[in-house]
């Protein structure tokens, strides 16, 4: 069984459209704000692109997909397909591990732009679930995640991902969800930011082990998304774009 995707994913993606509208926009605003050099863009673990937008994948000439789940091409075709003919964008999708595989395929698509698409944030949970097996896995995967900025050195490449995640609930029923734009800064904990007291979060936060991803002085995006009802995740969006590729 997949732990981050397949039916039960977009299962929930498609019924939670409404209630994710608003996180696609503020998705989408982010996305705006990039200016990819490439032409090519290398997507990892996009799925159906439930919360991405075409117009982000028709700013590129080519788009390679990847991602472990077998139904995910045909439904990406489904809501991607038309805009991404339109535009005269050329697109495969590989079914396959973009994690495992990282290597091979950055050098397989050297001028490609890099987006891990809510990727990030899941691989603790592809591993063994409980015990110590899982403490190691999940202590490998953050090593992994702390290196990842040198693997991509040089190179342009984003990544939205979840942060933490646990119960809360807005203070007023139809209050704007939280979102803000800010540069990261050094040294401070997760767990000391306030920015989602105003979701009256209760008990201890699931850590999805991206804190590294970015590094300190990166501009990101903090998005909060009603993931289901009672439940939130803490997305963060950032984009990297070294001065010798950056537009
Ligand atoms: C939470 S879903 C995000 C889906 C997507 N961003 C969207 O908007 O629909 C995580 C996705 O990552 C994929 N995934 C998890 N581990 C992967 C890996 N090692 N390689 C490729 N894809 C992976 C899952 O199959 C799933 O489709």
């Known amino acids: 069984m997949n732990p981050s995707g397949g039916l ?3 299962w929930r993606a498609w019924r939670s459209q409404r209630q994710w509208q608003g996180t696609r926009e503020h998705l989408a605003q982010w996305l705006e704000s990039v200016q990819p050099a490439s032409d090519q863009l290398l997507l990892l673990g996009p799925s ?3 919360l991405l937008p075409s117009a982000f994948l028709t700013r590129f000439g080519q788009v390679h997909c990847w991602d472990i789940d077998p139904l995910a091409p045909f439904l990406f075709a489904r809501r991607h397909g038309a805009a991404l003919r339109a535009a005269g ?3 495969t ?3 396959g591990d973009a994690w495992a595989n990282l290597d091979k395929l950055l050098a397989a698509h050297p001028q490609a732009a890099v987006l891990f698409d809510n990727l990030l944030g899941q691989l603790r949970f592809h591993g063994p679930g409980t015990g110590s097996e899982a403490a190691a896995h999940a202590a490998s995967v953050e090593r992994r995640i702390t290196r990842l900025r040198r693997s991509l050195g ?4 984003g990544s939205v991902h979840d942060l933490l995640s646990g119960p809360g609930r807005l203070a007023e029923p139809g209050q704007e969800m939280p979102m803000r734009r800010r540069k990261l800064r050094a040294g ?3 767990a000391q930011d306030g920015w989602l007291s105003g979701l009256q979060p209760q008990g201890d936060w699931l ?3 991206t804190a590294a991803v970015f590094a300190p002085g990166t501009t990101v995006y903090d998005i909060a998304w009603p993931f289901k009802p009672g439940y939130w995740h803490w997305l963060q969006a950032g984009w990297v774009a070294p001065a010798s590729v950056s537009r």
């Open 188 to 190: 401070v904990p997760l």
């Open 207 to 209: 850590d999805h082990l």
């Open 93 to 95: 999708y590989q079914r």
């Open 8 to 10: 039960r994913w977009h």
């Open 89 to 91: 964008v050329s697109w």
């Open 154 to 157: 040089g190179r342009e490449w």
């Open 48 to 50: 159906a692109g439930w």
